[in-house]
């Protein structure tokens, strides 16, 4: 069993930064890829970011190419989405996961689950 536990979401106005927290438990770190995704208002869940296990390759959604960077540092446990330039837009609930197998942006291919942080972007 793997438990991931999210922090640092919170109002922030447009053009601000969040930098999103995943501290994970249960297992050893480095056996599973991590991904960010989110859920906005009204619309299904989306992928964000992924970091493969090794942290040497990382994916991200278009819509956040360039403003959002996924890392994670093995001796905490613990992966971050560093969010910059936040528009309305990004609000949503975001969620980190674990894959146990590779890094994808399908949601389904992940094992476990945080319970999510909150992230709203004013204008």
């Known amino acids: 069993q793997v438990q991931l536990v999210e922090s640092g979401g919170g109002l922030v106005q447009a053009g601000g930064s969040l930098r999103l927290s995943c501290v994970a438990s249960?297992?050893?770190?480095?056996?599973?890829?991590m991904g960010w995704f989110r859920r906005a208002p009204g619309k299904e869940r989306e992928f964000v970011a992924g970091?493969?296990?090794?942290?040497?390759?990382?994916y991200y959604a278009n819509s956040v190419k360039g403003r959002f960077t996924i890392s994670r540092d093995s001796a905490k446990n613990t992966a971050y989405l560093q969010m910059i330039n936040l528009q309305p837009e990004d609000t949503a609930l975001y969620y980190c996961?674990?894959?146990?197998?590779?890094?994808?942006?399908?949601?389904?291919?992940?094992?476990?689950w945080g319970q999510g942080t909150q992230v709203t972007v004013s204008s």
């Open positions: 996961a674990a894959d146990l197998h590779i890094l994808t942006s399908n949601a389904d291919n992940y094992d476990y």
């Open positions: 970091m493969s296990r090794s942290g040497r390759n990382t």
């Open positions: 249960g297992r050893t770190f480095s056996q599973y890829a």
